[in-house]
Nanobody, 122 residues
């Protein structure tokens, strides 16, 4: 069992930065692939970034590549999403998720956090 708690969301101007954190509670965090997803009002949940259990493989949506960076610190049971050069279209609720395998498909993840709001003003 893994419980996930996101933090770090907020309101930022276009071009600014935010760092999201996802704290995991569970004994086997280091064996899980982790993903970040987002959902804007009226839109489908979409993949943002993912990282393998080892941290050796990372994956990004084309829309965030070069601007966002996913990382993990297994000693702190935490995964991060550093978001730079934010755009108004990045506005959404951001969720972290955990799965035994790293995948880009949201419906394959077993565990989810409650989400954190990110709002980017123009």
């Amino acid at each position: 069992q893994v419980q996930l708690v996101e933090s770090g969301g907020g309101l930022v101007q276009a071009g600014g930065s935010l760092r999201l954190s996802c704290a995991a509670h569970g004994r086997t965090f280091s064996s899980y692939g982790m993903g970040w997803f987002r959902q804007a009002p009226g839109a489908e949940r979409e993949f943002v970034a993912a990282i393998s259990w080892s941290g050796g493989n990372t994956y990004y949506a084309d829309s965030v590549k070069g601007r966002f960076t996913i990382s993990r610190d297994d000693a702190k049971n935490t995964v991060y999403l550093q978001m730079n050069s934010l755009k108004p279209e990045d506005t959404a609720v951001y969720y972290c998720a955990a799965d035994k395998t790293v995948t880009l498909n949201w419906d394959e993840y077993d565990y989810w956090g409650q989400g954190t709001q990110v709002t980017v003003s123009s």
